[in-house]
């Protein structure tokens, strides 16, 4: 069992930044692939980012492409996702979670938050 908690969300200008966290509970958070996840009203939840369960892959959905970082510290239990040149389009509701791999599916997640709004004004 893996219980995740997001932080780090709130109202930003367009081209700021925020940094989001995740922190885990349980011993296994080092076997478990990392996802963000983003939900805008009335559309579907969407892939954002993956990592593997070691850190050493990384995956980014093409609009965030060289602007947000997925990154991971098993020590610490927990997962970040940078936010960088951030856009009124990615206003949404970002959700963190857990799977046993490292893909862009989220029926393939077993763990997820409660998630942290991110709002972006123009």
């Known amino acids: 069992q893996v219980h995740l908690v997001e932080s780090g969300g709130g109202l930003v200008q367009a081209g700021g930044s925020l940094r989001l966290s995740c922190a885990a509970s349980g011993r296994t958070f080092s076997r478990y692939g990392m996802g963000w996840f983003r939900q805008a009203p009335g559309k579907e939840r969407e892939f954002v980012a993956t990592?593997?369960?070691?850190?050493?892959?990384?995956y980014y959905t093409e609009s965030v492409k060289g602007r947000f970082t997925i990154s991971r510290d098993n020590a610490k239990n927990a997962v970040y996702l940078q936010m960088n040149s951030l856009k009124p389009e990615d206003t949404a509701v970002y959700f963190c979670?857990?799977?046993?791999?490292?893909?862009?599916?989220?029926?393939?997640?077993?763990?997820w938050g409660q998630g942290t709004q991110v709002t972006v004004s123009s």
């Open positions: 990592i593997s369960a070691s850190g050493g892959s990384t």
């Open positions: 979670a857990a799977s046993s791999g490292s893909t862009t599916l989220p029926s393939t997640y077993y763990y």
